[in-house]
């Protein structure tokens, strides 16, 4: 049996519907972007409050809508960054913080399997808000964090 390069590997796996990041995409230094659509009045949001929308506490936007929080996968590159930064929690505590949330009746974010359907989500749910690498962000909304955007020095996912 004659053993599959990257390439082969990858397009089998998409044709099989398993999505994949690439870990070429967010590059040592580069920062990550907290995104809401382009439309959003939103600007601009403390720590606490980030940390509140993505451990799933109800918490409204700018434009008075509930936000709706999408993680990308655990595997994607930037989402441990996230965690810790954001979250204060490892990958393993995350898993095991949203196992016990679960048990509590309570969902968790959902998540993206990819950097264009996280993308995509972020710009046509209302009230959508993401991460993503800076360089992935497109046209949506980066917004500034504690008054830092991701382009700052002190930016928290730096």
């Given at each position: 049996?004659q ?11 998409g ?20 995104v ?18 993505f ?7 700018d434009?008075g ?8 996968a ?11 930064a954001?979250?204060?929690l ?12 679960r ?8 998540v993206?399997s ?13 009230g ?7 360089s992935?962000?497109?046209?949506l909304?980066a ?16």
């Open positions: 049996m053993a599959l390069n990257r390439r082969e590997l990858l397009t089998a796996l044709a099989c519907g398993v999505a994949t990041l690439s870990p070429r995409v967010l590059a040592a230094g580069e920062p990550i972007a907290v809401v659509s382009s439309g959003s009045r939103q600007r601009h949001l403390s720590l606490d409050k980030l940390r509140r929308i451990l799933a506490l109800p918490t409204d936007d434009d809508r509930r936000f709706v929080p999408i993680n990308l655990p595997s994607a590159n930037g989402r441990a960054r996230f965690d810790q954001v979250l204060k490892r990958p393993e505590e995350a898993a095991r913080y949203w196992i016990d949330q048990l509590r009746g309570s969902k968790p974010p959902r993206a990819s950097y264009e359907i996280c993308r995509g989500a972020v710009q046509e749910l209302p959508a808000i993401s991460y993503l690498p800076l992935q962000a497109g046209s909304r917004l500034a964090i504690d008054g830092r955007t991701p382009n700052d020095a002190g930016y928290i996912l730096r």
